[in-house]
């Protein structure tokens, strides 16, 4: 029996440090390649620079302000020209909008995959991405005539005026190939590609382009914490702010792919706490069997450690016993749930999810992000060191019960067993403990104190202090939460025996006198079945509520499934002067239209922003 209950508290330690490593190596490989990550949705690019808004010129003389840049700081490892602008497209019978995007040979950065024709920016051919070919009905070898709308410049201060006439400057290209493209910016699915010189040559403006797109050495990125990364692209964009001198006013950047991850180090503190809060319960759990196991184990034992102590043992060694015995049992199973871990981790979920993200249709394709789980140390040591508590805390009560034994077992067991008066309380049948209830209302509201002051810490930023006050928050509770309930347990209990009387009740008769007085054993099991359950349920529960709102939200973050308005790009309107708005005509052609069921008007959108010299 002894080396029974050994196997089955390897068994689970071994299984629980499984899961625990995979799921700390799943958070600790997608923090690894979190900047890979962004830059599928940023672009590869770290800093962009284009003309401010008030300058009189917007655009940038390519090789002059190119060479003050890679000179600002040695980290900077390319300058490349770009041209980023909306365009007007017709072409198939259909006309619409989208974003053009040039680049020069040079830039290699994003992944371009074509689909169909060949990836030839010459002359004055574009290739353009799927989503704009299926909207306009394109195919290789059609052509396109493209209208550019010249951005004009705007006094310190003062707005453009909505009337302002603005010039275009139209071309025909011809459609050399159909592709996906990631790792761009702002083109996403809806753009074309062409080629800087073709675009300076349609403009008549040789040597100029609308933006420089800088790229800085990957060791800028190589530090694990996100905040200090970002601290330092900040300070080279500060050098090349100061490095353009007196004309610094008239230079605008930006610094999309750091923005992106300003925030990632406190998302991460939250799913480190989270995977904390939950290792610790599950491993709790682990430990309550452990105690449970190992409290029978030294019971059973009571005659050997007895002669021990005859031939000379003292308490202390039969307290060590105990507790180098679960020791050793810890470190198998910590040992091989570790080794199975990492091989879980890398030979099924890395393959699984990689599997998942390239079979998920069309959108899983356009990633272009291969899933590498990698072994990190960082995941072994924080599943040792929670297995190391729980297996300490929970082998403490056993080891001083193993101390306490009496010589009289070796004597005389019958004698030693006779019961004290100390001894009655555990015939008694378990009663409604109160104490239980308020100590989980305690901890309840410990946790409501907690939550309210991590919304300060947020806007602090310390991801440190977060991830601690969170880790606090979440184990109170869940473990107010399941004192609250274990309290029901009793009640039950009871309906259960009732019932069971009603059903059979020649064995509840001897079975439900055994079952009321088993505290310790009922108290553990239960305490099992509530921790393991508590947490899951929560999360089980968070999910399905977002999944039934889904709707509701996306109303609120989208706003009306059909939004129509004037064609516009930037501050130019393309129409008469009385269509510079919507008429309220319009409203009615709406509403006649099947399948719609409410149109409104809305005024029009007025915005301000205020940033420092580095956005």
Do not use: C
Request: charged share 20%.
């Amino acid at each position: 029996r002894h080396k029974a209950r050994t196997a089955i508290v390897v068994l689970a330690l071994l299984v629980v440090t499984a899961m625990l490593v995979t799921l700390n190596n799943g958070v600790e490989s997608l923090q690894r390649q979190i900047v890979e990550i962004v830059e599928q949705m940023e672009g590869e690019h770290d800093i962009a620079v284009t003309r401010a808004e008030t300058s009189h010129s917007q655009y940038i003389d390519v090789e002059r302000i190119s060479a003050i840049l890679r000179q600002a700081d040695p980290a900077v490892a390319a300058v490349y020209p770009r041209f980023l602008a909306t365009v007007e497209l017709q072409g198939a019978g259909q006309m619409g909008n989208a974003s053009l995007l040039a680049r020069v040979p040079e830039d290699d950065l994003g992944q371009v995959t074509m689909l169909e024709g060949e990836y030839n920016l010459g002359g004055d051919r574009v290739v353009v991405l799927r989503v704009t070919a299926d909207t306009f009905d394109l195919e290789v070898g059609d052509e396109v005539d493209l209208s550019y709308i010249l951005p004009l410049s705007r006094m310190k201060g003062y707005d453009l005026p909505e009337d302002a006439s603005a010039s275009r400057v139209t071309r025909r290209f011809t459609v050399s190939g159909i592709a996906l493209a990631t790792g761009l910016g702002a083109v996403e699915q809806n753009g074309i590609l062409a080629s800087v010189e073709t675009v300076q040559d349609w403009l008549s403006m040789p040597g100029r382009a609308e933006r420089l797109v800088v790229v800085l050495d990957e060791d800028v990125y190589g530090s694990m914490n996100t905040q200090s990364s970002i601290f330092r692209v900040r300070r080279i964009t500060e050098r090349m702010y100061d490095a353009l001198g007196g004309e610094v006013e008239t230079y605008a950047f930006s610094l999309g792919k750091a923005q992106a991850l300003d925030y990632t180090d406190i998302a991460f503190a939250v799913l480190r706490s989270l995977s904390a809060v939950y290792g610790f319960l599950v491993m709790g759990v682990v430990g309550l069997l452990v105690y449970s196991i190992v409290n029978t184990n030294v019971e059973e034992r009571r005659r050997d450690l007895a002669f021990l102590r005859v031939l000379g043992a003292k308490r202390r060694h039969l307290f060590g016993l105990v507790l180098i015995e679960v020791a050793l049992i810890g470190l198998i199973g910590v040992g091989l749930g570790t080794v199975a871990g990492q091989a879980f981790s890398i030979w099924v979920v890395a393959p699984a999810a990689n599997y998942f993200i390239t079979h998920t249709g069309d959108v899983g394709a356009e990633l272009g992000i291969e899933f590498q789980m990698t072994i990190t140390v960082a995941a072994m040591i924080q599943a040792a060191v929670i297995a190391a508590v729980v297996l300490a805390v929970s082998s403490i009560a056993p080891a001083r019960k193993a101390a306490s034994t009496k010589v009289r077992y070796a004597i005389n067991p019958g004698s030693a067993d006779n019961i004290q008066i100390e001894d009655l309380a555990r015939l008694r049948s378990r009663k409604f403990d109160v104490r239980i209830v308020i100590a989980g209302i305690v901890l309840t509201i410990m946790w409501l104190l907690i939550f309210i002051g991590s919304n300060f810490l947020f806007v602090q930023g310390n991801e440190s202090v977060i991830s601690v006050f969170m880790f606090g928050g979440m184990a109170l509770l869940v473990i107010g939460v399941s004192l609250l309930f274990y309290a029901l347990t009793i009640p039950f209990e009871r309906i259960l025996i009732l019932l069971s009387r009603a059903i059979l009740p020649r064995l509840t008769f001897f079975a439900g006198p055994n079952l009321m007085r088993a505290k310790q054993r009922n108290t553990m099991i239960a305490l099992m079945i509530v921790f393991s359950a508590t947490l899951p349920t929560f999360l089980g529960t968070m999910a399905a509520l977002e999944q039934k709102n889904h709707d509701v939200q996306a109303r609120f973050r989208s706003g009306a499934p059909v939004t129509a308005q004037v064609s516009r790009w930037g501050w130019h309107f393309f129409g008469r002067s009385n269509e510079d708005n919507l008429l309220p005509s319009f409203l009615d052609e709406f509403r006649a239209v099947p399948g719609i069921e409410r149109a409104v008007g809305l005024t029009a959108e007025y915005r301000a922003e205020v940033t420092n010299r580095v956005e």
